[in-house]
């Protein structure tokens, strides 16, 4: 209900429709409505269930942007409902709008998925503090202020899932733990209170979860409804596995030291050698690709390898920052 | 085809904080107990608490003092004895909840931070940045999760298995398929949450449809002080979301369309601070007067302009973003817009201090239990204080939840049988094959309407008896219905038909409740008995439904203490 002059469009919005109890294949319906300024996206599923199709299912509870529960698609952007407003939605999309649930293969009904894969990946971090909890305590523990920001807003997390199914890896790769779980992972990895904290990291650390896999695409900051900006949680792990030394070589912690290598050295990426060094004697697997890319241009011999004209400051800030032992 | 019948030592309905914090104190102690909940845990509308929770922890407060606010914040209503546990067990509560993850906000030197709110002597919300019931929420699930609670999510508790004074199950069906399932147990705790969904401008999450309520009460159980809805004083001007009393707390002041600060006609000493019930009723009084603002002249504004940017986002980050989201107003650069929303239910299902569910005045009932907001203790009386919800259902829940561990051993399981299930069965039959013309929205929309108009801030006799003759009017209505959707999965439709006719029951004993009681006492404001009435309504509602859905109504003596009755002034 804006307070600014309220004015009505018309918007098309076509809606994903799908119940696996009756229906073959999902199909889309149409429904053209007036939308005021100042409504939320869940207010138009409202409407659609109550004005139009009571049938029509969809997950909603708090309606303010705390519970998580209605996380959906527009235009395949991932987005909580109750908390995104109609008016920024039609500025950026037009007045032709699709509404579709967060992750199509795992249609129950409607906009309502089976997040199962979601929760399980969130249980796999060990999603508690670990302490002993003293049931009855007389006094309080003290954490300063600079501790407690440690957790970076990522106990803001409202597991909407909307990160989760627009991340690109989490889509093809079954292990990716995904950008909520890792955010989690740091949340508790960051509490100064956690006593799990090197087991946890441990286990982060396995290549079967896949903190390495991240492709650093920033989706996940970009849809967060929170801006709990999953993936610099994920870039924090990172550094916490370099930092407390649990890192071991493999190609992806490789990738990252020889990305590090490369720019302390031209202050420049040198791809052909970044390749080399993470994939060691592996490299040979990729010779196709290498001779193709060495037609277009893009492998520069090592006499050939220019260096950036700020490199002395470069290194200056390499060597204060890294805390990679390998 | 027959019915599952599950057995546990204990099922738990509901997941928010009262819910979780008792399946935790059930799971240690060794018991086989279950959560059943319509949501997702972390779903749960405890989450939504913004504001703070309450605990005399600082050396400038004392417990004594914090007793003394809540019952006079009650006017007077409250059971002292609940009120004395209350806030004893708080600053324990908030040592331990902290000890189990809650993150909340720090003072420079590393304690809980505190902030003011309203009706209380002294600064005693603990908070978490304006986010205080997600992080208590988050905690104490992700602990009744390691601890090993089972949790049946996204199922619907469809009736409770009572028969001559003895809980032994509910009836429940899994929401995503519809398969019925009987859970048979030793005891039923109820933590169900509150009933401000029949109210058209709330605060509430959509779930909040009261449904514990009217299934004790179809069982012609009472119902405690149903008459006491809190109306926050600020929600969002229009759709009522919640803008948290912690805005008035750091110093937000509230202003009429003369720019004037017109809580000091109202409370001059508390001014923005007073109670709830008092503030709310002064903001619906200036835009009944006329010195409302917005495009409907129905709101005031509330200025928090003055403590800047930085206080603002470390502070208040949440309510800037909502004001943002639904307003389109900034908080830091300008005054938003507020008015009263129906908000908390201070009445509920009657408990005894321990949680032992009232069978009447004198006896409770065996295997039932209830904490939280669902349930009446009752230590809010006719109005609760900001920030002892939390409190309420974090402390209760865990304690009662000792209560069952405790007298669990003592139960001898009532065998379920499927005539258990029959009760629930005929419901959804009923609402799923009924052929009639009524839609569910469109009665809904016309009972949230009749309790804002009629049974709100301010009532009357007439409005009240008006409110009684649109429930019975939709009672009718409702038999008539058609929902479109005959489906197994996900029938969001037929939750919704089974919610509405738990609102319809609940919202009758709202009314009638209400217009017995000659008074005016904290939210309970009658505009024909405008004062207090300790003689003859110092005491507690009792209200049962007979089987023709008549209420019938009885009162409970308060338990009074060492804070002596007094007249309310702030």
Same mark, same amino acid.
């Given at each position: 209900?804006?307070?600014?002059?309220?004015?009505?469009?018309?918007?098309?919005?076509?809606?994903?429709?799908?119940?696996?109890?009756?229906?073959?294949?999902? $199909?889309?319906?149409?429904? $053209?409505?007036?939308?005021?300024?100042?409504?939320?996206?869940?207010?138009?599923?409202?409407? =659609?269930?109550?004005d139009?199709d009571?049938?029509?299912?969809?997950?909603?509870?708090?309606?303010?942007?705390?519970?998580?529960a209605?996380?959906?698609?527009?235009?395949?952007?991932?987005?909580l409902?109750c908390?995104?407003?109609?008016?920024?939605m039609?500025? @950026?999309?037009?007045?032709?709008?699709?509404?579709?649930?967060?992750?199509?293969?795992?249609?129950?009904?409607? #906009?309502?998925?089976?997040?199962?894969?979601?929760?399980?990946?969130?249980?796999a971090?060990?999603?508690?503090?670990?302490?002993?909890?003293?049931?009855?305590?007389e006094?309080?523990?003290?954490?300063?202020?600079?501790?407690?920001?440690?957790?970076l !807003?990522?106990?803001?997390?409202?597991q909407?899932g909307?990160?989760?199914?627009?991340?690109?890896?989490?889509?093809?790769?079954?292990?990716?733990?995904?950008?909520?779980?890792?955010?989690?992972?740091?949340?508790?990895e960051?509490?100064?209170?956690?006593?799990?904290?090197?087991?946890?990291?441990?286990e982060?650390?396995?290549?079967e979860?896949?903190?390495?896999?991240?492709?650093?695409?920033?989706?996940?900051a970009?849809?967060?409804?929170?801006?709990?900006?999953?993936?610099?949680?994920?870039?924090?792990?990172h550094?916490m596995?370099f930092?407390?030394?649990?890192?071991?070589?493999?190609?992806?912690?490789?990738?990252?030291?020889?990305?590090?290598?490369?720019?302390?050295?031209?202050?420049?990426?040198?791809?052909?050698?970044l390749?080399?060094?993470?994939?060691?004697?592996?490299?040979?697997?990729?010779?196709p690709?290498a001779?193709?890319?060495?037609?277009?241009?893009k492998?520069?011999?090592?006499?050939?390898?220019?260096?950036?004209?700020?490199?002395?400051?470069?290194?200056?800030?390499?060597?204060?920052?890294?805390?990679?032992?390998? | 085809m027959?019915?599952?019948? $599950?057995?546990y030592?204990? *099922?738990v309905v509901?997941?928010?904080?009262?819910?979780?914090?008792?399946?935790?104190?059930?799971?240690?102690?060794?018991?086989k107990?279950?959560?059943?909940?319509?949501?997702?845990?972390?779903?749960?509308?405890?989450?939504?608490?913004?504001?703070?929770?309450?605990?005399?922890?600082?050396?400038?407060?004392?417990?004594?003092?914090?007793?003394?606010?809540?019952?006079?914040?009650?006017? $007077?209503?409250?059971?002292?004895?609940?009120?004395?546990f209350?806030?004893?067990?708080?600053?324990?509560?908030?040592?331990?909840?902290?000890? +189990?993850?809650?993150?909340?906000?720090?003072t420079?030197?590393?304690?809980?931070a505190?902030?003011?709110?309203?009706?209380?002597s002294?600064?005693?919300?603990?908070?978490?940045?304006?986010?205080?019931?997600?992080?208590? @929420?988050?905690?104490?699930?992700e602990q009744?999760?390691?601890?090993?609670?089972?949790?049946?999510?996204?199922?619907?508790?469809?009736?409770?298995?009572?028969?001559?004074?003895?809980?032994?199950?509910?009836?429940?069906?899994?929401?995503?398929? +519809?398969?019925?399932?009987?859970f048979?147990?030793?005891?039923?705790?109820?933590?169900?949450?509150?009933?401000?969904?029949?109210?058209?401008?709330?605060?509430?999450?959509?779930?909040?449809?009261?449904?514990?309520?009217s299934?004790?009460?179809?069982?012609?159980?009472?119902?405690?002080?149903?008459?006491?809805?809190?109306?926050?004083?600020?929600?969002?001007a229009g759709?009522g979301? @919640?803008?948290?009393?912690a805005?008035?707390?750091?110093?937000?002041?509230?202003?009429?369309?003369?720019?004037?600060?017109f809580?000091?006609?109202?409370?001059?000493?508390?001014? !923005?601070?007073?109670?709830?019930?008092?503030?709310?009723?002064?903001?619906?009084?200036?835009?009944?007067?006329?010195?409302?603002?917005?495009?409907?002249?129905?709101a005031v504004?509330?200025?928090?302009?003055?403590?800047?940017?930085?206080? =603002?986002?470390?502070?208040?980050? !949440?309510?800037r973003?909502?004001?943002?989201?639904? /307003?389109?107003l900034?908080? =830091?650069?300008?005054?938003?817009l507020?008015?009263?929303?129906?908000h908390?239910?201070?009445?509920?299902?009657?408990?005894?201090i321990?949680?032992?569910?009232r069978?009447?005045?004198?006896?409770?009932?065996?295997?039932?239990?209830?904490?939280?907001?669902?349930?009446?203790?009752?230590?809010?009386?006719?109005?609760?204080?900001?920030?002892n919800?939390?409190l309420e259902? /974090?402390?209760f829940?865990?304690?009662?939840?000792?209560?069952?561990?405790?007298?669990?051993?003592?139960?001898?399981?009532?065998?379920?049988?499927?005539?258990?299930?029959?009760t629930a069965?005929?419901?959804?039959?009923?609402?799923?094959?009924n052929?009639?013309e009524?839609? *569910?929205?469109?009665?809904?929309?016309?009972?949230q309407?009749?309790?804002t108009d009629?049974?709100?801030?301010?009532r009357?006799?007439?409005t009240?008896?008006?409110?009684?003759?649109?429930?019975?009017?939709?009672?009718i209505?409702?038999?008539?219905?058609r929902?479109?959707?005959?489906?197994?999965?996900?029938?969001?439709?037929?939750?919704e038909?089974?919610?509405?006719?738990? +609102?319809?029951?609940y919202?009758?004993?709202?009314?009638?409740?209400?217009?017995?009681?000659k008074?005016?006492?904290?939210?309970?404001?009658?505009?024909?008995?405008?004062?207090?009435?300790?003689?003859?309504?110092?005491?507690?509602? #009792?209200a049962?439904m007979?089987?023709?859905?008549?209420?019938?109504?009885?009162? +409970?003596?308060?338990?009074?203490?060492?804070?002596?009755?007094?007249?309310?002034?702030?």
């Amino acid at each position: 209900m804006s307070t600014n002059k309220i004015t009505t469009q018309k918007v098309n919005f076509k809606v994903f429709r799908f119940n696996a109890d009756e229906d073959y294949l999902p $199909y889309y319906e149409d429904y $053209y409505m007036d939308v005021t300024s100042g409504e939320v996206v869940l207010d138009i599923l409202n409407r =659609i269930k109550w004005d139009h199709d009571g049938s029509f299912s969809y997950r909603r509870s708090c309606r303010h942007g705390i519970c998580g529960a209605c996380a959906i698609k527009v235009n395949g952007r991932s987005t909580l409902a109750c908390k995104e407003s109609m008016t920024d939605m039609i500025e @950026l999309f037009g007045n032709k709008l699709t509404i579709e649930p967060l992750s199509i293969k795992r249609v129950v009904k409607d #906009m309502i998925i089976d997040k199962g894969d979601f929760w399980e990946k969130h249980d796999a971090i060990h999603p508690y503090l670990i302490s002993d909890v003293q049931e009855h305590p007389e006094h309080e523990h003290i954490v300063t202020p600079t501790e407690a920001e440690e957790l970076l !807003e990522a106990d803001l997390c409202i597991q909407c899932g909307a990160c989760h199914y627009a991340c690109p890896v989490t889509e093809i790769n079954e292990s990716f733990l995904g950008p909520a779980a890792f955010a989690k992972a740091y949340r508790f990895e960051a509490d100064v209170r956690d006593q799990s904290h090197d087991e946890r990291l441990q286990e982060l650390h396995s290549e079967e979860q896949g903190i390495w896999d991240c492709v650093k695409c920033f989706e996940c900051a970009e849809v967060c409804p929170k801006d709990v900006n999953p993936i610099d949680k994920i870039t924090k792990l990172h550094q916490m596995l370099f930092h407390e030394g649990v890192a071991t070589s493999n190609v992806a912690t490789r990738h990252a030291v020889g990305f590090k290598n490369s720019i302390a050295k031209h202050g420049l990426l040198d791809e052909g050698n970044l390749v080399l060094y993470s994939e060691g004697p592996a490299i040979i697997k990729h010779i196709p690709v290498a001779l193709q890319m060495f037609k277009k241009g893009k492998i520069i011999m090592p006499w050939n390898m220019p260096k950036s004209d700020k490199l002395d400051k470069i290194k200056k800030l390499v060597k204060s920052s890294s805390t990679a032992k390998f | 085809m027959s019915i599952p019948i $599950y057995t546990y030592d204990a *099922i738990v309905v509901g997941a928010g904080l009262a819910g979780c914090a008792a399946a935790r104190e059930l799971q240690k102690a060794g018991k086989k107990v279950a959560v059943v909940t319509k949501l997702h845990p972390l779903r749960s509308h405890s989450g939504a608490a913004q504001g703070g929770v309450n605990a005399a922890i600082s050396d400038e407060d004392s417990i004594e003092l914090h007793e003394f606010d809540t019952v006079k914040g009650s006017d $007077y209503l409250a059971d002292q004895d609940a009120v004395e546990f209350l806030c004893q067990k708080a600053p324990e509560t908030i040592r331990w909840v902290k000890r +189990m993850g809650a993150a909340f906000s720090r003072t420079s030197d590393g304690k809980i931070a505190q902030r003011p709110f309203g009706g209380q002597s002294s600064p005693r919300a603990c908070y978490a940045k304006d986010r205080t019931g997600l992080t208590l @929420l988050q905690t104490i699930y992700e602990q009744a999760h390691r601890a090993g609670v089972k949790f049946w999510d996204e199922w619907y508790a469809a009736d409770l298995i009572y028969k001559d004074g003895k809980v032994s199950g509910i009836v429940a069906f899994n929401i995503r398929d +519809m398969q019925t399932v009987i859970f048979n147990a030793k005891s039923v705790m109820f933590a169900t949450g509150g009933y401000a969904r029949s109210y058209k401008i709330n605060s509430n999450a959509h779930a909040n449809t009261g449904d514990g309520l009217s299934i004790v009460a179809r069982h012609g159980l009472p119902l405690e002080d149903m008459e006491f809805v809190q109306f926050h004083p600020s929600g969002l001007a229009g759709n009522g979301v @919640l803008i948290s009393e912690a805005a008035r707390g750091e110093g937000g002041k509230l202003l009429n369309s003369d720019g004037e600060r017109f809580m000091k006609r109202y409370a001059p000493n508390a001014m !923005e601070l007073a109670s709830r019930d008092v503030v709310a009723r002064a903001i619906l009084n200036e835009s009944r007067e006329g010195r409302g603002v917005g495009p409907n002249k129905d709101a005031v504004y509330i200025d928090v302009t003055h403590l800047g940017r930085d206080i =603002i986002m470390q502070r208040l980050p !949440e309510l800037r973003d909502l004001a943002i989201t639904f /307003l389109g107003l900034d908080m =830091i650069k300008e005054p938003i817009l507020i008015s009263a929303t129906a908000h908390y239910s201070m009445g509920g299902i009657p408990v005894n201090i321990a949680g032992n569910v009232r069978r009447n005045n004198n006896e409770t009932i065996e295997g039932f239990y209830a904490a939280g907001e669902c349930s009446c203790v009752s230590v809010h009386g006719a109005n609760r204080l900001g920030a002892n919800s939390v409190l309420e259902a /974090l402390l209760f829940g865990r304690f009662v939840g000792k209560t069952m561990v405790k007298e669990i051993d003592g139960i001898e399981l009532r065998t379920a049988t499927q005539a258990d299930a029959k009760t629930a069965l005929d419901e959804i039959n009923f609402l799923l094959t009924n052929n009639g013309e009524e839609n *569910i929205a469109k009665l809904r929309e016309e009972l949230q309407q009749c309790m804002t108009d009629n049974a709100g801030a301010f009532r009357t006799e007439v409005t009240l008896d008006i409110a009684i003759v649109k429930i019975k009017e939709l009672r009718i209505k409702f038999k008539n219905i058609r929902i479109k959707d005959k489906s197994k999965v996900f029938n969001t439709e037929l939750q919704e038909a089974i919610e509405f006719g738990h +609102m319809l029951d609940y919202s009758l004993f709202i009314v009638e409740s209400a217009v017995a009681r000659k008074e005016s006492r904290g939210a309970h404001y009658r505009e024909d008995f405008d004062s207090r009435d300790d003689e003859n309504f110092l005491k507690h509602t #009792m209200a049962c439904m007979d089987e023709e859905g008549n209420i019938e109504l009885d009162y +409970m003596d308060v338990t009074l203490g060492k804070h002596e009755v007094k007249p309310r002034t702030y």
